[in-house]
């Protein structure tokens, strides 16, 4: 096992993940991929008439996120059985984000984490947790 390889043990914290800047064709992309349109993540008229400051990032996008972190950082040795997130503060299109995750609990082979989505101005908007069921040998 290599220096860097995880030990899945409480207090231990992941590489954070920075998205760089969120634009609108990342915003309509994700719209497409969800087959939902809502024109608040595409038209800045449509979000102001609903009193945002602009074209919100979906949840579902910072939902995603949480989940490539985990895929990053299980590589092959794990899998998710239960992840959930909490929406505290709309992210704006243009927002560069950094997820973070450490683990908070180890029993055995299940392993539970805290995830968060902080925005530039380091501000929490997004909370969420995982359960994480260690393989006994990892998936190649």
């Known amino acids: 096992m290599s220096a860097d390889a995880p030990t899945f043990e409480p207090g231990e914290t992941l590489t954070p993940l920075f998205t ?3 634009l609108r064709h990342h915003l309509v992309e994700w719209c497409a991929a969800e087959n939902d349109y809502y024109n608040i993540h595409y038209d800045d008229r449509a979000a102001r008439e609903m009193g945002l400051a ?5 949840g579902t996008y910072k939902f995603a996120l ?4 985990l895929d990053r ?6 899998t998710v059985v239960r992840i959930s997130a909490s929406y505290r503060q709309a992210d704006f299109e243009g927002a560069a984000l950094e997820i973070r995750c450490e683990v908070t609990e180890r029993q055995g082979s299940v392993v539970t984490v805290s995830l968060v989505v902080v925005n530039e101005a380091g501000e929490r908007t997004t909370t969420g947790q995982a359960i994480i069921r260690l393989f006994e040998e990892p998936i190649r």
């Not at 602009?54 to 979906?58: D, L, S």
């Not at 949480?66 to 972190?69: T, V, Y």
């Open 73 to 78: 950082w299980l590589a092959g040795r794990g």
């Open 20 to 22: 760089g800047q969120i």
């Open 54 to 58: 602009g074209a919100p990032i979906q």
């Open 66 to 69: 949480f989940g490539q972190m």
